[in-house]
T-cell receptor, first 114, second 113 residues
Framework: NAGVTQTPKFRILKIGQSMTLQCTQDMNHNYMYWYRQDPGMGLKLIYYSVGAGITDKGEVPNGYNVSRSTTEDFPLRLELAAPSQTSVYFC?????????????FGEGSRLTVL | SQELEQSPQSLIVQEGKNLTINCTSSKTLYGLYWYKQKYGEGLIFLMMLQKGGEEKSHEKITAKLDEKKQQSSLHITASQPSHAGIYLCGADMVTGGGNKLTFGTGTQLKVEL
């Protein structure tokens, strides 16, 4: 069972470059999320999606874009990378039937912007 | 400021010792969720608490939610090296559902042999 798969696991970007973090899940979950984790700051929600074609901003959306064209995929796009975007990014998914709080996380993508 | 405060930030215990991690909110929570993270990995769901006064256990880990639903504790009995990692509490601070979570800052636990 693959679960939630993120790529790449590590990436170094120069200031101003752009990139896309890929996320795919094979559990037919309708909810998908992108979080960033900074040292000592917990996880912050960037964007989330409740289904294909529907996305919404989370707590820290500035500098990021997302799309959800299929149930399986939820890529996160960084435009004009800045050092403040150096972080570990986690994609997660869940199946909304009733509130369970059980999100399934990928292993994370560590991004450094120099 | 953090909506969910965790304490302590870090903890080092000897194998076999008990420990407690706390998670506090200034708002009444619809539900409180505990996760564990190992270094370099994603988060693993541990438990969900929804009712005031609720207590759940899984193996040697017990979580409680207070009657006011503003504070939760995670207690580990007879700690083992496998318990080491970062423990995070999460809550849906907006809709009351369990699918858009705000997380605390985490508690890093190290277990010494």
């Amino acid at each position: 069972n693959a679960g939630v798969t993120q790529t790449p696991k590590f990436r170094i970007l120069k200031i101003g470059q752009s990139m896309t973090l890929q996320c795919t899940q094979d559990m037919n979950h309708n909810y998908m999320y992108w979080y960033r984790q900074d040292p000592g700051m917990g996880l912050k929600l960037i964007y989330y999606s409740v289904g294909a074609g529907i996305t919404d901003k989370g707590e820290v959306p500035n500098g990021y874009n997302v799309s959800r064209s299929t149930t399986e995929d939820f890529p996160l796009r960084l435009e004009l990378a800045a050092p403040s975007q150096t972080s570990v990014y986690f994609c997660a998914s869940s199946y909304f039937r009733e509130p369970t709080g059980e999100l399934f996380f990928g292993e994370g993508s560590r991004l450094t912007v120099l | 400021s953090q909506e969910l405060e965790q304490s302590p930030q870090s903890l080092i215990v000897q194998e076999g010792k008990n420990l407690t991690i706390n998670c506090t909110s200034s708002k009444t929570l619809y539900g409180l969720y505990w996760y564990k993270q190992k270094y370099g990995e994603g988060l693993i769901f541990l438990m969900m608490l929804q009712k005031g006064g609720e207590e759940k256990s899984h193996e040697k880990i017990t979580a409680k939610l207070d009657e006011k639903k503003q504070q939760s504790s995670l207690h580990i009995t007879a700690s083992q090296p496998s318990h080491a990692g970062i423990y995070l509490c999460g809550a849906d601070m907006v809709t009351g559902g369990g699918n858009k979570l705000t997380f605390g800052t985490g508690t890093q636990l190290k277990v010494e042999l």
